[in-house]
């Protein structure tokens, strides 16, 4: 198994955990909101990690996306206190995405198997 696909499925898991407290916390609409969105996010972090061995670029573009959009749903719920919840599971998928643009380029990857 790869770093990038351990670290970015720790990251997609912890982030959907984040997300149910957040949303069985919530005490407005802003906070459920937010929370469902980070859900929808860190399962997005959960796919770029499935695919991290075969299409590894393209899987680094979605654990940072997903990064990036999970912190941009913080100020939704109009509290900053989310994001210490949140770092956690931005600083894995981050990484896992990080690593993916790392890994060299497979040459004799490309025939079919």
Excluded: R, W
């Excluded at 909101?33 to 695919?51: D, K, N, R, T, Y």
Aim: charged letters at 10%.
């Amino acid at each position: 198994m790869k770093k990038q696909f351990v670290i970015g499925l720790l990251g997609g898991f912890l982030g959907l955990a984040t997300a149910l407290f957040v949303i069985l916390s919530a005490s407005s609409n802003e906070m459920t909101l937010s929370g469902v969105q980070a859900a929808l996010f860190s399962s997005l972090g959960l796919m770029g990690a499935a695919i991290a061995k075969k299409e590894t670029k393209f899987a680094g573009y979605m654990l940072i996306c997903s990064a990036v959009f999970i912190t941009l749903t913080v100020p939704i719920a109009n509290t900053l206190s989310l994001l210490y919840l949140y770092l956690p599971t931005v600083i894995c998928l981050g990484l896992a995405g990080t690593l993916c643009f790392m890994e060299p380029e497979d040459k004799e990857g490309a025939t079919l198997e």
